[in-house]
């Protein structure tokens, strides 16, 4: 994740992300003048946000994946990781292994 910087910043995920803030203030409000019917709708609008940032994404507007490469998923282990253990954890290890 080094080389990752963009945060999904992405015209895919502004207008469903802008479309879901709008649904839920709508749903808000409705909840405080207790539109049950508006409320439904602000849920309503929220999942059209959700659809319209998948469908964005589909059309090549979204974040691209990444390419898999044969070193995806290995993590790599610092030199002095793969090193023998010192200290009190080493002089417990020899221990357990004397008896």
Do not use: C, F
Request: net charge positive; charged share 10%; no cysteine.
């Amino acid at each position: 994740m080094a080389g990752h910087s963009d945060h999904g910043n992405t015209p895919a995920a502004w207008t469903g992300v802008i479309i879901m803030i709008i649904g839920a203030g709508v749903g808000g409000y409705l909840t405080i003048q207790q539109q049950w019917l508006g409320i439904a709708a602000g849920l309503g609008i929220m999942l059209l946000g959700l659809v319209v940032g998948l469908v964005m994404r589909a059309m090549g507007l979204g974040k691209q994946p990444e390419a898999a490469s044969p070193a995806a998923g290995r993590v790599s282990v610092p030199a002095q990781a793969k090193a023998a253990p010192s200290g009190a954890a080493a002089e417990r290890k020899r221990a357990v292994a004397g008896k």
